[in-house]
């Protein structure tokens, strides 16, 4: 299993991006999928989640902002980020949730750097 971000960049306060997350391996219909963001010197912190149902979830700081979103046809899950802060600058990663509510470290990929910033 594989995932790869990309999508990120610098972008002014109260602006958007979108960014996706390809998956390789595995059953991807099947996994509750999160995504998670890393500020310096923060812990990583999870944002939002879909299952493989569909169903969202959102961190507070994040809901009526941030949409999560699948495409099963080409194994993607996507953030699309709407009026972003300064504090939303974070590198951000995807990762499948397991039946622990844990990420498996060895997924990780190299995450995908937003800056917001004017």
């Known amino acids: 299993v594989q995932f790869v971000e990309s999508g990120g960049g610098l972008v002014q306060p109260g602006g958007s991006v979108r960014l996706s997350c390809a998956a390789s391996g595995g ?32 961190a507070d700081s994040v809901k009526g902002r941030f949409t999560i979103s699948r495409d099963y046809a080409v194994k993607t899950v996507y953030l699309q980020m709407n009026m972003l802060k300064l504090e939303d600058t974070a590198v951000y990663y995807c990762n499948l949730i397991d039946n622990n509510n844990r990420s498996p470290d060895a997924y990780w990929g190299q995450g995908t750097q937003v800056t917001v910033s004017s």
């Open 27 to 58: 059953i991807f219909s099947l996994w509750l999928m999160g995504w998670y963001r890393q500020a310096p010197g923060k812990q990583r912190e999870l944002v939002a989640t879909i299952t493989g149902g569909g169903s969202t979830n959102y």
